[in-house]
């Protein structure tokens, strides 16, 4: 039997008397920063909680405004720099009906602490208590962070469980890339936001005013979450009905007539209409990317079978190359940065990015050095010739991601990328003064055998070769994560390797490359990526293993330190469920998938035909400049691709300078729209 | 061309670290277009010197730094303290600014004591004059810390130049310490412990840093214009 903590409360009214009254509410208006200050310096990294960031804004609250508290559920130095979350902040700040405030999650000694003194879960702007607020967003990227979901909803007075809410209660919305599986959190959030929140957080912003005004009365909950669901984008789970056959999913069913059966992601059409966040906020203390990030394009159609990101953001959308500039030079001369990342999925494809690149490094406007760096999936000399207009200076490491160790397994997962383009991207970093190469690769893929495995040993050695021609030390660090299936890709299907495969495959990595002194080898925690899988393609019977997890004290489960499978794994057998189930078993083709009913465009049948051709072997290009594979994103949603040049830069529609341009020839064969989905 | 700078820290911003605050003068001189000096080599770091780390939580009136420029300033360098103010965050502001003499010595090698007043929660005049006493008519104060991996003993005392009881606030009392710089800085969150571990501290606060050479002893730059703690400081 599991020892039960018990889960924290605030002193809350009694239920029969549903409005606030006048002491609570004075009480409430309060800046919680007298109390929260004296903890301060009992804590490590106090700066986590003190707000103040150039760009923070400290909104008035009024009854006419719906109150967002916009929370990051993990660490600040984590949560900060996340885009999404300072998007959403500045356009509810710029409305007239709306205002944002932000929290993140309070690490394990300021929790304790906070939880003796009875102080709920606050803002960083004006350290206003969580109850202060209407709506309590979530910005979600990773499943390891559900149990913080939990946490932080829990540290906020409010119940985990969102049957257990009444009208006191705010609002709990999520968003985020983990929004396109919403199951394994459907007991816990009131609405999810499935796709682009630019638009959406202003429709369910006028819903919730209304709600607002009412005066929340009893019962006006379930309207107003009934009304969200009409709201396209946003996901209510509580207004559908789950039925299972056995432990495989029968439907997923709306409990009315007027809720949606398929909700359908929201996209934004012109990134151009959207140049945020404006005011970037400028961290004081040290957090991961501190600097100036500018999004040049959303989406990606490279179509690599293993990217979630890429499959739910389709299609591509850049931003003007003038407008780039613009936030470019505004933001370092607001900011004081010195470095600036010019962000996206792969952001050397970009039109004319040279061009940018270059008008960035020299333009006078931009005072003295400024760095800066471009996340790329392109492995090719291009993009290290980019890299080295780049990097004047520092030319320490550049990174390439491979992702698989054979040419035949690169072509399963529509990485097609040639050995010789590898070796050549490499050649010419070395060559150019770089003396450290880093390589991504995965294990645990579909069709993997142990000489792909081993491919990552070989082309390690490889590059310690070509750089030592260059180079005495010349040097090759091989980071390994094992791979998690997600929803909405073609590899959905597919059974994720247990933790003893995975390990297996580590250790023959480390005892082939046991003499390679120049090669490093990391890998990934093969426990955490068997955490992840579970609840990656979870479905609603997985809440009460992430609420038992996070009970127990799992909470940071990111974090090594606190990561700890067993409380999962005894989790997982308490509910009488199967890790093997979940995780390792192969879906069938006829099986109902939990993330059915939220749709990223994606037709099932292209998922579907895109698993087959990777079981054969089969690549397909970039559909951004070739005929479209009718994937269902443009088609349904009457959207399409915005980009400024119809050639791929530098030739080849994967960056690999091979001709794979005509998409037609490629073999793909569709099946008819609209069968089951 | 060399520029000192003296700097507050007040407010909500004191919880940063000393190395956060050295984030914040990078950001804020290339907002104002300084043309800070950069060091050569791999990895090219402005020339900016900071002097005794004040302890995260602190506050003060009185930081330093100096900072090297490629090349010399057009206007007055008074015209810095605004300009510099309004690119810092809220609570750090510069208070003055002055060029140094060529040869003028780091401010780590120079300054040799630092004044704090410190407050004290809940404790009367007459808990905290005892306190006072107890540390003045102490002998020796003794305190064991690590370094390296090995334990090293200091005697605290002979670093206390003076210690008094400054005033009481409706928190509690005020002292305010004189404590040595040389051969280390001693804090007085430190001082204090040595004598009653558990003694639990409000506000700590740097008021002045002082350089004391051949019996005369001045500030690390005079009071200004812009600089108001350190004018009345100076006239009482
Ligand atoms: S609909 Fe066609 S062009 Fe649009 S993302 Fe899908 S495959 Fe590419």
Not at chain 1, 263 to 281: F, G, M, N
Not at chain 1, 596 to 614: E, I, S
Request: hydrophobic residues 40%.
């Amino acid at each position: 039997m599991v020892a039960v903590s018990e889960p924290f409360t605030l002193a809350r009214q009694r239920p029969e008397s549903r409005r606030p009254s006048t002491t609570l509410l004075r009480k409430l208006m309060t800046s919680l920063w007298p109390r929260i200050e004296p903890l301060l310096a009992q804590v490590q990294k106090p700066a986590r909680y003190i707000g103040c960031e150039d760009g923070a804004q400290v909104p008035a609250h009024a009854p006419g405004k719906v109150a967002w508290l916009l929370v990051y559920p993990d660490a600040y130095e984590v949560g900060l720099p996340n885009q999404g979350l300072q998007i959403l902040y500045e356009i509810l700040n710029e409305r007239g009906d709306a205002l944002a405030e932000r929290s993140y999650a309070p690490w394990v000694d300021m929790e304790r602490l906070m939880r003796h003194r009875g102080i709920p879960l606050f803002s960083v702007d004006a350290h206003r208590p969580a109850s202060d607020f209407d709506v309590l967003g979530f910005g979600i990227s990773a499943e390891l962070v559900y149990t913080n979901v939990l946490n932080c909803i829990d540290l906020a007075g409010v119940p985990v469980r969102a049957a257990e809410r009444g009208p006191e209660h705010p609002l709990v919305v999520a968003g985020g890339h983990c929004a396109f599986n919403p199951e394994p959190l459907a007991d816990f959030v009131d609405a999810f936001v499935i796709g682009d929140g630019e638009e959406v957080v202003g429709d369910m912003t006028e819903v919730i005013r209304g709600w607002k005004a009412s005066g929340r009365t009893a019962g006006s909950r379930e309207a107003v979450l009934r009304e969200l669901a009409q709201v396209t984008g946003v996901y209510v789970p509580s207004l559908y009905d789950v039925e299972y056959d056995g432990p495989f999913l029968r439907a997923v069913v709306p409990r009315y007539a007027d809720v949606p059966e398929v909700v359908e992601k929201r996209t934004i059409a012109d990134l151009a209409d959207w140049p945020y966040p404006k005011r970037q906020l400028v961290p004081l203390t040290e957090v991961v990317h501190d600097r100036l990030n500018v999004e040049i394009f959303r989406g990606c159609t490279r179509g690599c079978r293993f990217c979630q990101a890429g499959m739910i953001t389709r299609p591509v959308r850049e931003r003007p190359a003038d407008q780039v500039r613009t936030m470019v030079t505004d933001g370092l001369r607001r900011t004081g940065y010195d470095e600036v990342s010019l962000t996206s999925l792969s952001s050397a494809d970009f039109s004319g990015i040279d061009g940018v690149v270059a008008g960035i490094i020299n333009e006078p406007a931009n005072c003295g050095q400024v760095s800066l760096s471009l996340p790329s999936l392109r492995v090719d000399a291009f993009t290290v010739g980019i890299a080295t207009e780049i990097q004047k200076v520092r030319r320490t490491g550049l990174t390439f991601a491979p992702e698989a160790g054979t040419w035949r397994l690169r072509q399963v997962i529509n990485k097609l990328i040639r050995e010789e383009d590898l070796y050549g991207a490499v050649e010419s970093a070395y060559s150019q003064g770089w003396r450290r190469v880093k390589l991504y690769f995965m294990t645990g893929l579909p069709t993997e055998t142990d000489e792909d495995t081993l491919g990552i040993a070989r082309l390690a050695r490889r590059c310690v070769e070509i750089g030592r021609r260059h180079t005495r030390g010349a040097s090759v660090t091989a980071s390994v994560g094992g791979f998690v299936p997600k929803p909405h890709t073609p590899f959905q299907w597919f059974g994720q390797n247990g933790v003893p495969e995975l390990l297996r495959k580590v250790n023959l990595l480390r005892n082939d490359l046991r003499r390679e002194r120049a090669v490093q080898l990391r890998w990934h925690d093969p426990k955490a990526t068997l955490a992840e899988g579970i609840a990656s393609r979870g479905d609603r019977r997985i809440g009460a293993v992430i609420e038992e997890v996070w009970r127990r004290g799992g909470t940071f489960q990111e974090w090594t330190e606190h990561f700890d499978l067993s409380l999962w794994e005894d989790a997982m057998a308490s509910r009488g469920l199967s890790v093997e189930w979940y995780v390792t078993r192969h879906r069938r083709d006829d099986e109902v998938l939990p993330w059915d009913h939220v749709r990223a465009g994606l037709h099932r049948d292209f998922l579907w035909q895109d698993w087959q051709d990777a079981l054969r072997e089969h690549g397909i290009p970039d559909c951004r400049w070739t005929p479209c594979y009718d994937c269902g994103v443009c088609t349904g949603y009457g959207i399409e691709h915005v980009v400024a040049s119809p050639t791929p830069p530098a030739g080849g529609s994967q960056g690999t300078g091979q001709d794979l341009s005509r998409g037609d020839a490629v073999p793909v064969a569709l099946l008819p729209v609209g069968g089951r989905a | 061309m060399r520029l000192r700078v003296r700097f507050v820290k007040l407010g909500k911003v004191r919880w940063t670290s000393h190395r956060d605050v050295a984030r914040m003068w990078e950001r804020a001189f290339r907002r104002v277009r300084l043309p800070v000096a950069y060091t050569g080599g791999f990895s090219p770091r402005p020339k900016v010197s900071f002097g005794l780390a004040l302890p995260t939580g602190c506050e003060s009136l009185a930081e330093y730094l100096d900072v090297e420029l490629a090349s010399d300033l057009d206007g007055p360098v008074e015209a810095l303290v605004p300009r510099l103010s309004a690119a810092l965050p809220t609570g750090v502001d510069a208070t003055a600014v002055g060029a140094l003499e060529a040869g003028a010595g780091s401010l780590q090698e120079l300054v040799t004591s630092c004044t704090w007043t410190v407050e004290l929660p809940g404790a009367g005049s007459g808990d905290a004059g005892r306190l006072v006493r107890e540390v003045l008519d102490a002998g020796a104060l003794v305190v064991t810390r690590e370094r390296k991996g090995r334990p090293v003993t200091d005697d605290l005392r002979p670093a206390v130049v003076s210690l008094t009881v400054a005033g009481t606030t409706p928190a509690g009392a005020v002292l305010e310490a004189e404590l040595e710089t040389q051969p280390r800085g001693v804090r007085p969150g430190e001082l204090l412990a040595a004598l009653e571990p558990s003694i639990e501290l409000g506000l700590v606060r740097r008021t002045h840093q002082w350089i004391e050479r051949d019996g005369a002893r001045w500030e690390p730059l005079p009071p200004q214009a812009t600089d108001a703690p350190h004018a009345e400081a100076r006239a009482s």
